[in-house]
């Protein structure tokens, strides 16, 4: 079995990149963030948890990649998350390194032929 502490990094490392992909898909509250990386990250991410999350999210604020606004729904108030023009451009980016990582990463996985 692999050490937990392994898949973690690798999980750590793709969180920024998830979420803004995520937000790129629309408005979302922490909780529904959370419940879309459950449904869709299957037994890679799902699983987060707010601990996980919010850190990330107010890091991804303080960068400018995103920005938050509160609104009351159903008697409560959500604070809402949103991809901003420099988190697009962002986004973009970031998913341009992450298709050449992989390919380069998995160039060294392919055993010789």
């Known amino acids: 079995m692999v050490d937990a502490k392994y898949i ?4 750590k490392g ?11 898909e629309g408005d979302a509250y922490g909780y529904q963030l959370i419940c879309q990386l459950d449904c869709r990250g299957g037994a ?3 699983g987060a948890r707010e601990g996980t999350i919010y ?6 604020e303080e ?6 606004r509160l609104a009351a729904e159903g008697g409560r108030e959500r604070k ?3 991809l901003t023009d420099r988190g ?17 990463v998995n160039g060294f996985l392919e055993e010789e032929r």
């Open 8 to 11: 973690r990094q690798f999980k």
């Open 63 to 68: 960068a400018g990649l995103i920005r938050s």
């Open 88 to 104: 697009r451009e962002t986004l973009e980016e970031l998913t341009s390194f992450w298709q050449e990582f992989t390919r380069c």
């Open 55 to 60: 850190p990330v999210l107010y890091r991804l």
């Open 14 to 24: 793709a969180m920024e990149l998830v979420l803004l992909g995520l937000l790129r």
């Open 44 to 46: 890679i991410f799902g």
């Open 80 to 82: 809402y998350y949103a």
